[in-house]
């Protein structure tokens, strides 16, 4: 029997859905599904940050498959030991997927949470997923507080590049000046945060918009 595309990605989501995955034990969540295992920084996505059922709910993350085909990275993390990151296998230097991945990056560039997941994943294989993961953590912190306190309705993206991008401690900096100033609306902070950012990106010769 033949089967297309589109049918067997359909199957693979019925199949999950009918638990029969759990069973073959590809049921594990990741801690951090804001860190995403190929290095995608999933935590300063606009789609990660949505109310309502549009929402990602990051790599792994509940009900993952419910709105995602079946990852291959993440079949390949369970059979490796319930890797949080492929930067932490032993194999990543003659992965074929990482090879692949590399390609795609230099080839397809864009937003940049896909552009850094090649650093990403040396960043962790050098220093420890819990070292990079306590910077993504603070970082999406930040990140809450720019959508929750200085958006006007059109900030968000913006914010998510800027705090992927900008180094942590000039973003902690940032916020805890514009935390002591007294805005009259939510229309200007965004203003004064969004500006005060750009000038910090010129400054660091960092393209954010």
Not at 55 to 79: L, M, N
Not at 154 to 162: G, L, M, V
Request: charged share 25%; with cysteine; aromatic share 10%.
């Amino acid at each position: 029997m033949s089967c297309n595309w589109q049918t067997w990605q359909l199957l693979k989501k019925r199949v999950w859905r009918s638990g029969l995955m759990a069973n073959w034990g590809f049921n594990f969540q990741k801690e951090h599904p804001g860190i995403a295992l190929c290095g995608l920084d999933c935590y300063a996505c606009p789609r990660y940050h949505t109310i309502g059922s549009s929402r990602c709910p990051g790599c792994d993350g509940k009900d993952f498959s419910e709105k995602h085909p079946s990852c291959g990275f993440i079949s390949c993390a369970f059979k490796h030991g319930r890797l949080e990151s492929c930067g932490l296998c032993p194999e990543i230097d003659t992965c074929n997927r990482i090879t692949r991945l590399k390609t795609v990056i230099k080839d397809q560039p864009g937003y940049p949470s896909y552009q850094n997941r090649i650093a990403n994943l040396i960043k962790i294989k050098g220093t420890g997923f819990e070292a990079f993961a306590d910077t993504c953590i603070r970082k999406e912190a930040l990140l809450k507080t720019l959508i929750d306190k200085y958006n006007d309705g059109r900030k968000k993206a913006f914010y998510c590049r800027a705090v992927q991008l900008l180094p942590l401690p000039d973003l902690e900096n940032l916020l805890d000046e514009n935390a002591k100033k007294g805005y009259k609306s939510v229309d200007d902070a965004a203003l004064a945060v969004s500006n005060s950012l750009k000038e910090l990106a010129n400054k660091l010769g960092i393209e954010v918009c």
